[in-house]
């Protein structure tokens, strides 16, 4: 998905997620699940600025939706972390980034029971151009995976997601 200069598209993606969450007690709950939302948008901004605004606009309204619920030490580093690596500055159109290296998507997957994600960093321009694959099931009714990715990374703690490269 594409940002529109401060992410006018993604926000309203982003609302109706974590509007699914406000039933949710567990401050530190609430926090893992809120990630899980942030973690599946995606942008790409053509002007830093831009991209900075976008991921500024994002990091706030998840903070609002939270209320006035202290944050457990580590999300909102997670947080921003992860709006770093989902959003990001450069050309969709030659899937390069402004410094003119690929533009990489990180897929965030969390790690049931655990408060944990794991992490694998794919390359835009094969989810892009891929023609492979035809279908997303294999005969037994599994996903099927897309491609391998160029890094893949341990599970960790939700809080700790900064930390990790």
Known sequence: ????????????????KLS???????????????????????????????AEA????????VREQMGKKNCTQGYEESLRYMLRKNIVCGDAL??????GKPITFCEWTPIA????????DFQFDFLINQTHQYSLFDEQGE???????????????????????
Request: proline share 4%.
């Open 113 to 120: 029971g655990s408060m944990q994600f794991s992490r694998r």
């Open 143 to 165: 996903a099927q995976s897309f491609d391998e990715p160029i890094k893949s990374y341990p599970p960790i703690h939700y809080t700790q997601l900064s930390t990790q490269e």
């Open 54 to 61: 976008c991921r500024l606009r994002l990091f706030t309204e």
């Open 94 to 99: 030659t899937y390069r980034t402004a410094d």
């Open 20 to 50: 699914l969450l406000k039933d949710i007690k567990s401050p530190t709950e609430w926090e893992f699940q809120s990630l899980i939302a942030v973690g599946s948008c995606y942008g790409i901004e053509l002007l830093e600025d831009n």
């Open 1 to 16: 998905m594409l940002c529109s200069t401060d992410g006018n598209f993604l926000i309203e993606i982003l609302r109706r």
